[in-house]
């Protein structure tokens, strides 16, 4: 990953961005308001992508 990368670049990299997903930062709920912070080196993410089924 680049320097200087947003939650939103990272979600965009993995097709993930306008996608019903959650994402965590360092065991934090991140809003969709705050998806313009830049990534440190040492976050935690984790993203939960959710998809329907039946």
């Known amino acids: 990953m680049k320097k200087k990368t947003s939650v939103k670049e990272l979600l965009s990299k993995y ?3 306008n996608k019903r997903v959650a ?3 360092n065991g934090k709920i991140i809003p969709l308001a705050e998806h313009k912070i830049i990534l440190k ?3 935690i993410v984790e993203i939960v ?3 329907g089924g039946g």
């Open 49 to 51: 992508h959710f998809i």
């Open 41 to 43: 080196d040492k976050d």
């Open 23 to 25: 994402l965590e930062l």
């Open 15 to 17: 097709k993930l961005l």
